[in-house]
């Protein structure tokens, strides 16, 4: 799995069939799945995710987590994440996993990201054609991979 995280004032996803889905102060979370990731990484990521310090103490500096600070999560499935550009310029998506694969993990770590910070979690629709806002907040922008845990 791989996420792009970006610390938000206010983030907010659309689509014309099914809405739109917005949330104030907290992390706007772009997920990639993996033909080969399984509940493992589900696990990391989301301990991972719910622990990572990008907020400001009362001294400014990144110190607490969104469980400390408050906030929600707003996650939107993105497959381009898994994009190779090593040979030509059409991008590959080979190692992107496929719906029957992709979209139960995908629903999965969604349950278990809100179980376990107990914040509001709220989604994007998979598969589905998507416009996405930002207010990022710093700018703090951070990516993590299940399968290079730096």
């Known amino acids: 799995m791989r996420v792009v995280v970006q610390r938000v004032n206010r983030a907010s996803v659309r689509s014309t069939f099914y809405g739109e889905a917005t949330i ?9 799945i993996e033909h080969d990731d399984n509940i493992g990484d589900i696990d ?7 622990r990572l310090r990008i907020f400001a103490d009362e001294e400014g500096v990144m110190n607490r987590s969104i469980q400390e600070t408050g906030g929600s999560f707003l996650v939107v499935s993105q497959f381009t994440l898994h994009a190779s550009t090593k040979k030509g310029n059409r991008p590959s998506y080979i190692r992107a996993a496929n719906p029957d694969t992709a979209i139960p993990l995908y629903e999965k770590f969604v ?30 922008t951070i990516i993590i991979d299940t399968k290079n845990r730096e």
């Open 24 to 32: 104030d102060k907290g992390m706007l979370v772009l997920l990639g």
């Open 44 to 50: 990391w990521l989301v301990g991972k995710l719910t």
């Open 111 to 140: 349950s278990a990201l809100q179980k376990e910070s107990g914040l509001e979690v709220k989604t994007g629709w998979f598969g589905a054609n998507m416009q996405v806002s930002l207010e990022n907040d710093g700018p703090v």
